[in-house]
């Protein structure tokens, strides 16, 4: 007998816990809130198991539908193996893998290892944007094969890295913004009397993480870095931006280094895990830690 239970269901199930309602869910996953609604309903039915109860304001999970949700999320797991298992022992190349890299790291330095990886393999190549835990966050649950990110303290101990790169942050706000016209030090007291702009962590489910921000500091938190860079030329904030990056809006007169501030450096490193490592994963590594130091745009 064929089971009403698919797994497409057991993804919308999955995402419906993550992202806490059934309107972020059909955001994450592209589809129509109603649709997720309906199949939903339709499984209920097949099964003849209530798997929400929506008595309350907020339809919650049943005992059933938890029960669901853990057993299918085993299902995910294995089955995702099964994909990558088979692809490798088929193939010897994946046929795809995702890069995470934290939205501070311009998406160009991809392109090249785009182009020169077609020439070899016909995996399939994910670029993913990532912020600050969510980076680590994508590396750890497998939604990532590969990481590039400003390097943390400490890293996991199934985790190799390198560091392939190094950048420069600095302190800036529009020519006009009030900011150029204190005086005094630079420190986090005197931060709090300025709005920052940030950008939101897109972890999911491991606490956030804030960088360069006090907390009584006022803030606006924007979703992605264009538009971090697009608030600060317009004098909504101060926030920190690459050198590079910053000194090319400074030139043409957009924005201006704030004064009593200095560069803050960073390492830029390459992770991944240490195993489940196939022939593009392989040749990715290799490829970043040949090509990435000398070419990157960072």
């Not at 985790?159 to 009030?178: N, P």
Request: hydrophobic share 45%; aromatic share 6%.
């Amino acid at each position: 007998m064929q089971s009403p239970i698919t797994l497409e269901a057991l993804h919308i199930l999955d995402a419906i816990d993550r992202r806490g309602s059934f309107a972020a869910a059909a955001n994450e996953l592209d589809r129509a809130p109603s649709s997720l609604s309906y199949q939903i309903q339709k499984l209920e039915q097949d099964l003849d198991i209530m798997i929400f109860d929506r008595s309350g304001h907020k339809a919650s999970f049943t005992e059933a539908g938890k029960l669901i949700l853990e057993r299918g999320r085993e299902i995910l797991v294995a089955t995702e193996k099964l994909v990558n298992d088979a692809s490798v022992l088929a193939n010897g190349w994946e046929l795809d893998i995702t890069f995470a890299y934290d939205g501070i790291i311009p998406v160009q330095n991809f392109f090249n290892l785009v182009n020169d990886l077609s020439n070899v393999s016909s995996t399939r190549v994910k670029l993913q944007e990532e912020i600050l835990a969510g980076c680590w966050e994508a590396l750890n649950s497998g939604r990532a094969d590969l990481l590039v990110c400003p390097r943390m303290e400490t890293l996991p101990q199934d985790v190799k890295a390198e560091v392939i790169g190094h950048m420069e942050m600095i302190w800036v706000a529009a020519t006009d913004h009030y900011i150029h016209k204190r005086s005094g030090a630079f420190d986090e007291q005197a931060r709090e009397k300025y709005r920052v702009i940030a950008i939101a962590d897109t972890a999911r489910e491991q606490p956030a993480i804030s960088v360069n921000i006090t907390q009584r500091q006022p803030r606006l938190t924007v979703t992605n870095f264009a538009a971090k860079v697009d608030a600060l030329k317009n004098g909504l904030g101060i926030g920190t931006l690459p050198k590079d990056l910053a000194n090319e809006l400074i030139a043409n007169g957009i924005l201006k280094q704030i004064s009593d501030t200095k560069p803050l450096p960073m390492e830029i490193i390459l992770a991944w895990k240490r195993n489940k490592i196939g022939e593009a994963k392989s040749w990715c590594i290799q490829y970043l830690l040949k090509n990435f130091k000398n070419n990157a745009k960072i």
